[in-house]
């Protein structure tokens, strides 16, 4: 994939922003196409780590992309989205419920890499890149092995120029992730993880923990200030 334009996913969080470097410095993309978007998400000021990382990494271009509809049409389907109901602590999930959260949004992924591969599509670019991670604490059915594969499995009916979507993560840990982050020095003080999007992250919620447990067994302090 040496000197081959990408389109990379970022939301600003550990995932993508490990990604977005990992892309750029160990795959060798040489022009990299950053997207972020604004979907009615309660933890938006990820978008600010997002805006850091993508000049962190060297991206040719950046692009936040409002489609803040989609929180209003599904706030009643998802505590991860503004007027939705409220962010649980991972504690209080059942185990019914750790298999697909209050937090998930319905479709989001399949939404976002569809708006993506169109953008990929219209510059000529055939590599799409989403941070999709292997979830140590719950789980998210659009972020599996299964779902990428079916993705690209429709993207591939196009007749000219096919885009191929990219989940290098796809079945690695949070801590694994870190562990790369660290390898490639990247400034986690910069990126925003959790789901309530207060001043402080919570270190209560699903991503809270998942983080927290992730620099821990690293061995490594979450440069980040948690408010407990």
């Given amino acids: 994939m040496t000197n081959l334009p990408a389109v990379v996913l970022l939301s ?3 995932d993508s922003t490990v ?28 978008l600010d780590c997002a805006r850091y990382q993508a000049a962190a990494a060297g991206a040719a271009e950046h692009r936040i992309i409002d489609i803040g509809f ?11 989205l503004t007027g939705g109901a409220e962010v649980p602590a ?13 937090t998930y949004v319905p479709n989001r992924n399949m939404m976002l890499l569809s708006i993506a591969a169109a953008f990929a599509e219209s510059r000529g670019v055939q590599h799409l890149y989403y941070g999709a991670q292997a979830q140590d604490e719950y789980g998210y059915w ?19 120029n096919a885009v191929r979507v990219h989940a290098p993560f796809v079945s690695r840990s949070k801590a694994e ?10 400034d986690f ?7 309530r999007g207060g001043e402080k992250p919570c270190g209560a919620c699903p991503t809270c923990i998942e983080r ?9 302090p979450d440069p980040v200030e948690y408010e407990r």
């Fill in 12 to 14: 600003g969080g550990i």
């Fill in 19 to 46: 990604l977005i470097h990992h892309v750029a410095r160990d795959l060798g993309h040489d022009t990299i196409h950053a997207i972020s978007f604004d979907y009615g998400q309660r933890h938006s000021r990820e």
């Fill in 70 to 80: 989609m929180g209003e049409i599904l706030k009643d389907g998802s505590a991860l």
């Fill in 90 to 102: 991972l504690a209080a999930l059942s185990e019914k419920d750790l298999e697909q959260p209050p």
């Fill in 142 to 160: 659009d972020c599996t092995a299964a779902f990428l594969a079916a993705i690209n499995g429709v993207l591939s009916l196009n007749r000219r």
């Fill in 177 to 186: 992730t870190v562990r790369l982050g660290i390898a490639l020095n990247v």
């Fill in 189 to 195: 003080a910069h990126t925003w993880s959790c789901y």
């Fill in 212 to 220: 927290l447990n992730a620099f821990a067994a690293n061995g490594t």
